[in-house]
């Protein structure tokens, strides 16, 4: 199915009058950022730039949280619940090769997912509700360090975040070139892939070329070993459930006519379903030992989770449904098949709340905007950063208007 990408102007048509006027200061924000591209638990300039706008509008806010993270409040009018509305601040160490006039001015360093934009997303839901306080509830907004690597989510919570005053639920978007302009992807349950990495190294005995039985190839083992590994998702994985085993690294011999006494294997693992968070450690234990023994190897691995699944209440992604579907009157409108095998640390915060995490489509290939994320060439139609206000907008009306119909209390 060819999706065709709505235009700017069609989007516009939903959105109140108040985003439309905010959408030449979101462009200049997010611009700024791109320009000044931090990487994660770096981003000093970022904040402070965060901070300013939060001191000009007059709004409460706590900086140094995790580092680099800001977290401001916004109190409505009225009495009600604490909605969450995270956004992500990183860069990636990638070299921008776009020819844009607010192309980045750090060499090595890019936005090449996104997160200018959401950051200045945020600061509109920030400017907006400081001038339209007749909402019930509080909003915080919670600007994330370090989404990349390591993670900022887990450190923010830790230094308390989601407290004082409590969240009740939160939500959060990205800013999606999976998806055209004009659309907008969200779904209950599995949103994005639990993300669990490893390093290997197999240890053998280096030798000869011409004389193989003088020594444990390390190659040959490792090699079987890439092999085995994929058995684990086509033979014990329920093939109901998704899960992808990767071997993104092999690195291994000096020289054609020596065979390799060691091989070091990286890679990563990615499921949705949380009954597997202890399954693939345990299954590569067993397959990568039993290889080792049976060619007299040895081997050392390293094997951690970086991020669980990002899982979406039922409920929240009903509310940010139903808030999507008044704002994308567009032929595509609200996609539920948007799932992804990408990782996100929005995860942490939905562990601790009931949340939804969602996609707005931002690809426009009649623009040359439709480069995947992480390509030193991504950008996006900003014409979407008002769509994502807009959204985020009405999940604090609704949400603070009907708390018990989006918490099920």
Not at 238 to 262: C, H, K, L, Y
Request: charged share 20%; net charge negative; with cysteine.
């Amino acid at each position: 199915m060819t999706l065709s990408v709505s235009s700017p102007a069609m989007l516009r048509a939903t959105l109140r009058p108040a985003v439309c006027d905010l959408q030449a200061d979101l462009v200049t924000w997010r611009r700024h950022l791109h320009q000044r591209p931090e990487l994660g638990f770096k981003e000093i300039e970022t904040a402070a730039f965060i901070a300013s706008k939060l001191t000009e509008w007059g709004i409460e806010f706590r900086s140094g949280v995790a580092k680099t993270g800001v977290v401001a409040i916004l109190p409505g009018s009225r009495p009600g619940p604490v909605l969450g509305i995270r956004a992500d601040m990183d860069a990636l160490p990638i070299q921008e090769r776009n020819e844009v006039s607010y192309k980045s001015q750090t060499s090595g360093q890019m936005h090449a997912c996104g997160h200018d934009g959401h950051t200045a997303i945020a600061l509109g839901v920030a400017r907006y509700l400081s001038e339209h306080r007749d909402f019930a509830g509080t909003v915080k907004l919670i600007f994330q360090p370090a989404e990349e690597g390591p993670g900022g989510a887990k450190p923010m919570i830790d230094e308390a975040a989601l407290k004082d005053p409590d969240v009740d639920a939160i939500v959060g978007l990205h800013l999606w070139n999976n998806l055209p302009l004009g659309t907008v992807g969200v779904r209950p349950g599995p949103m994005m892939a639990a993300v669990e990495l490893f390093d290997l190294q197999i240890r053998g005995k280096g030798g000869h070329g011409g004389m193989p039985h003088q020594t444990t190839d390390a190659i040959v083992v490792a090699s079987q070993v890439v092999g085995a590994l994929q058995t684990i998702v086509a033979r014990n994985i329920d093939p109901i459930d998704s899960a992808v085993v990767t071997v993104g690294q092999f690195n291994a011999g000096t020289a054609r006519n020596v065979i390799s006494g060691s091989a070091q294997l990286s890679g990563t693992v990615r499921y949705f379903n949380p009954k597997y968070a202890d399954f693939f450690s345990e299954r590569f234990e067993r397959i990568i030992g039993g290889l080792c023994a049976a060619h007299n190897a040895e081997y050392c691995l390293n094997y951690w989770r970086l991020y669980p699944a990002t899982v979406n209440d039922p409920r929240m992604a009903d509310l940010v449904r139903s808030v999507a579907e008044q704002v994308i009157e567009t032929p595509l409108g609200v996609v539920p098949e948007c799932q992804t095998m990408g990782g996100e640390d929005m995860s942490f915060f939905l562990n601790e709340v009931p949340g939804c995490y969602f996609f707005v489509g931002a690809a426009n290939a009649d623009r040359d905007l439709a480069y995947p994320h992480h390509h030193p060439r991504f950008d996006f139609d900003e014409a979407a950063l008002g769509t994502g206000l807009e959204i985020f907008l009405r999940c604090v009306e609704a949400f603070g208007d009907r708390p018990e119909a989006w918490l099920g209390r």
